[in-house]
């Protein structure tokens, strides 16, 4: 008798254990993820800053790792960063993707989350943008004048503004007074909303008659 016994409460545990276990297996199909996104700059290249946050009601168990992956309009992925489950310890990680090399396009962009083991999609997001619209608000320089009437512009302050919903990348760009005209290199951005004086250095040498007005902007292209 005390040997049937013994085995019939072997037989209840593990019925109770493979009971207790049974949750395991399914809990981790109950986290949720989420992507919440805006537009930023890091060293002068325009960046998607993208904060995930995950949810899960079995406290005991670890978020899964991540790729968060950007594609453009034209549909090319142009940014990928990975999210360990170390960085999801808090529930919430932000990382900062790539947009483009230079002025991002307009248009909408997809953002997807997937599992970094097994490339499950866990999350898509679009976000459509108009674009960068760069206007100049006001110019001033510096010049050097010679006893022959002639000058020589060297120096410019460029104050910019950008009304649009996308950072304008600055790269290039080009003044002119009267038939002299040059180039001028820079690497700046202008976040939506913001006003900002950009020094940049063109070489106009020998200039005759009057100068421009700095304060008009025509002069600049």
């Known amino acids: 008798m005390n040997k049937k016994l013994g085995m019939g409460i072997v037989v209840v545990s593990l019925l109770v254990m493979a009971f207790l276990f049974a949750p395991l297996t399914t809990a981790t199909l109950t986290w949720k993820y989420n992507a919440t996104c805006a537009v930023a700059t890091d060293d002068n290249q325009a960046v998607l800053k993208v904060t995930v946050q995950c949810v899960s009601l079995e406290s005991f168990l670890a978020p899964q790792s991540l790729k968060v992956i950007l594609s453009n309009p034209e549909g090319n992925t142009v940014g990928k960063e990975y999210i360990s489950v170390d960085d999801l310890e808090d529930g919430k990680e932000t990382v900062y993707v790539d947009m483009a090399d230079g002025q991002p396009k307009p248009g909408p962009y997809l953002l997807i989350l997937k599992t970094r ?72 951005s202008v976040m939506p909303g913001e006003e900002r004086t950009i020094n940049a250095t063109a070489q106009l040498p020998y200039l005759k008659g009057a100068l421009p007005d700095f304060y008009d902007k025509k002069y600049i292209i």
Do not use: H
Request: net charge negative.
């Open 117 to 188: 083991q097994d490339d499950r999609i866990l999350n898509r997001t679009t976000v459509t943008f108009t674009g960068a619209q760069l206007s100049i608000e006001k110019v001033t320089g510096t010049y050097s004048k010679y006893s022959d009437g002639t000058c020589d512009i060297k120096k410019l302050r460029i104050t910019v503004r950008n009304e649009g919903d996308l950072p304008a990348i600055i790269s290039k760009g080009m003044v002119r007074v009267g038939d002299e005209e040059d180039d001028f290199y820079v690497r700046e």
